[in-house]
């Protein structure tokens, strides 16, 4: 079993920056693909943005709603996830999730990176708020 704590949210402004940050309790870290997935009140649960395993290579993937302002990147000696959100958004306000899974390799990874249904590990939330 991974177990992974997301610290991080909290209540921000508009325009403002945060890091959310994902800590997994195992020591082959480098093997898992990494995501972070979001949901907001009365809405499904939403793709953010992904990271491959670094045994596989390299990549990234984002949602078009965050491309351009949220980056997603790992720290494989922290055994560590994060998500640095900047120009902050109302509409960005939801529980944001710590995802976890090995899918692989590439081709499943290009594929299958975007849907929740990939991951077996999750984190249990942390809410981000931001206000206008």
């Known amino acids: 079993q991974v177990q992974l704590v997301e610290p991080g949210g909290g209540l921000v402004n508009t325009g403002d920056s945060l890091r959310l940050s994902c800590a997994a309790s195992t020591s082959t870290f480098n093997r898992y693909d990494m995501a972070w997935f979001r949901q907001a009140p009365g809405k499904e649960r939403e793709f953010v943005a992904a990271?491959?395993?670094?045994?596989?290579?390299?990549?990234?993937a984002y949602s078009d709603d965050v491309k351009g302002r949220f980056t997603i990147s790992r720290d494989n000696a922290k055994s560590t996830a994060y998500l640095i959100m900047n120009s902050l958004r109302v509409d960005d306000t939801a529980v944001y999730y710590c995802?976890?899974?090995?899918?692989?390799?590439?081709?499943?990874?290009?594929?299958?990176?975007?849907?929740?249904?990939?991951?077996?590990?999750w984190g249990k939330g942390t809410p981000v708020t931001v206000s206008s």
């Open positions: 995802a976890a899974d090995r899918l692989g390799n590439p081709g499943r990874w290009r594929q299958y990176n975007s849907n929740p249904r990939s991951y077996e590990y």
């Open positions: 990271i491959l395993n670094d045994r596989l290579g390299t990549g990234t």
